[in-house]
């Protein structure tokens, strides 16, 4: 056995072996956004495509170097066990969005630069660490169509396993500079905020959808806006770049988790990877489920009537409440409000120059919008 990690460093080496288009999830053409969104339309995967052959090979070529860097940090532990369960997520694979928001944004300054996909690997570190505290408190059984860590190793090892690639992070952001260690920070502060938020629940006489929104923009959006301002920064852009960025990301990231609401409700198993109706199940207080109850109109009733005792544990009221969710007031503001995320997403790139980074952004925009139908 190798200081990385017995059997299963051989195959975290096949799966860096991978197609980086596959690992991307936005379709970018010369026709513009519109062509892009319409390619995306009914798709579950989407590929990444630019209009600009020299930096379409270098996002390429750096989404594969970030792959090995990735593959050879998360399992960079003394112990093979430890090896074992700190790289077992990043082997299993993802979509890697996080790493290409990282090179994105890059384009925007100098994406040449060493540290961009150092910055890459930062971010994608501390998303799988969240991903495996997040299983812990799910409970979840599956990631990324393999066991989860906590069911192979149990919730005590997954939490140190998920401690121990945050402290990697860090490590790695302090060789690029206090901005770097300043995000890094920051962004973990807010992903444990919006953890615990969730966990308690809105204060006494707190909106429970301003309360959803701080959960959202700890857990999902911190780390999006992240990734485009640790991109920007360390590959130079200018500082207005830096701080739209920022922004779009925080608004795309609310975006992102409406649309999972919303697919928790009306997506199959197969366009969602999980059980229709989960969340709802668990009593998971998602912006849908918040609207519906505080909807005092007639249609609306059965619905609210429905979820006013909390989770869901009959089988027929389960599957009523499905039935009733697409159709509802609630499920149409709740799109409505991740629109208007979107609009502001894209707004906040109108500083930044028509370069194909950009189209590629707005194009991710046209597919959260599009992943609801």
């Not at 594969?64 to 299993?92: I, N």
């Not at 300054?109 to 060493?114: A, I, K, S, T």
């Not at 969602?272 to 989960?278: A, D, L, R, S």
């Not at 009959?314 to 499905?322: D, F, I, N, V």
Request: aromatic share 4%; charged share 25%.
């Amino acid at each position: 056995m190798t200081r990385n990690g017995t059997s299963f460093a051989r195959a975290a080496r096949a799966a860096r072996a991978f197609d980086a288009a596959r690992a991307v999830r936005t379709v970018v053409t010369g026709r513009g956004r519109e062509a892009g969104a319409a390619a995306l339309r009914g798709a579950p995967k989407f590929r990444f495509r630019l209009d600009d052959p020299a930096a379409e090979a270098r996002l390429r070529a750096t989404l594969e170097e970030v792959e090995k860097r990735l593959q050879d940090t998360a399992t960079d532990a003394a112990d093979p066990r430890v090896a074992e369960l700190t790289g077992h997520v990043t082997a299993a694979g993802g979509k890697r969005m996080r790493p290409l928001l990282v090179l994105l944004a890059g384009e925007f300054g100098e994406p040449w630069r060493d540290g961009v996909a150092q910055a890459a690997v930062i971010v994608e570190l501390v998303h799988v660490a969240s991903l495996y505290h997040d299983d812990v408190m799910d409970e979840a059984s599956t990631r990324h169509g393999v066991p989860s860590a906590n069911v192979r190793w149990g919730n005590r090892q997954t939490v140190r396993g998920g401690d121990w690639l945050l402290a990697r992070a860090a490590r790695l952001a302090a060789d690029l500079g206090p901005e770097a260690v300043r995000l890094n920070a920051e962004t973990a502060s807010r992903l444990v905020d919006g953890q615990v938020r969730e966990l308690v629940g809105p204060a006494t006489g707190q909106d429970p959808v301003e309360h959803y929104f701080q959960v959202a923009a700890g857990k999902t959006a911190s780390l999006l806006t992240m990734a485009l301002s640790i991109g920007a920064r360390q590959a130079g852009a200018p500082e207005p770049y830096a701080d739209a960025l920022g922004a779009y990301g925080a608004y795309l990231g609310a975006a992102f988790q409406i649309a999972d609401d919303l697919l928790d409700l009306s997506g199959t198993a197969d366009e969602t990877g999980k059980e229709q109706g989960k969340d709802l199940l668990a009593g998971v207080p998602s912006l849908p489920v918040i609207l519906a109850r505080a909807d005092r109109g007639p249609r609306g009733a059965e619905l609210r009537g429905l979820l006013a005792d909390g989770p869901i544990q009959s089988p027929a009221a389960h599957h009523r409440a499905l039935e009733l969710f697409p159709r509802s007031p609630a499920f149409a503001e709740s799109e409505a409000i991740m629109r208007d995320r979107l609009a502001r997403a894209r707004a906040a790139l109108s500083v930044l120059p028509p370069i194909p980074a950009r189209t590629a952004l707005e194009a991710l925009c046209d597919f959260v919008a599009d992943r609801t139908g």
